[in-house]
């Protein structure tokens, strides 16, 4: 089955940008809905954004709606987020997450996890 490892969390100042990487090892990768959560120190595990194994349906959640994109590259075995207007609150580790197969928000119905990547968004 799929395991998935992310990259490209670090430290940015507010307003800035960042390019998450989950990349993605088996040969079933496009039957996998792909998400992203994230989750700050003494909160609830946040739903962040979620893409099909097609790439024609996505969601985000409210809290990044506007500001990220969610994508995937079916040569590469792997799944983006691109935040954008980053702000202190967006501080978090993210996580990238896969299901067998249609698309889901809450964290319940993903089996699948990476180890997590650190954003810090400094004022």
């Known amino acids: 089955q799929v395991q998935l490892v992310e990259s490209g969390g670090g430290l940015v100042q507010a307003g800035g940008s960042l390019r998450l990487s989950c990349t993605a090892s088996?040969?079933?990768?496009?039957?996998?809905?792909m998400g992203w959560f994230r989750q700050a120190p003494g909160k609830e595990r946040e739903f962040v954004a979620t893409?099909?194994?097609?790439?024609?349906?996505?969601y985000y959640g409210g809290s990044v709606k506007g500001r990220s994109t969610i994508s995937r590259d079916k040569f590469k075995n792997a799944a983006y987020l691109q935040m954008n207007s980053l702000k202190p609150e967006d501080t978090a580790v993210y996580y990238c997450?896969?299901?067998?197969?249609?698309?889901?928000?809450?964290?319940?119905?993903?089996?699948?996890w990476g180890q997590g990547t650190q954003v810090t968004v400094s004022s």
């Open positions: 997450a896969a299901r067998y197969t249609a698309v889901a928000i809450t964290t319940a119905h993903y089996d699948l």
């Open positions: 893409i099909s194994g097609s790439g024609g349906t996505t």
């Open positions: 088996g040969r079933t990768f496009s039957s996998y809905a």
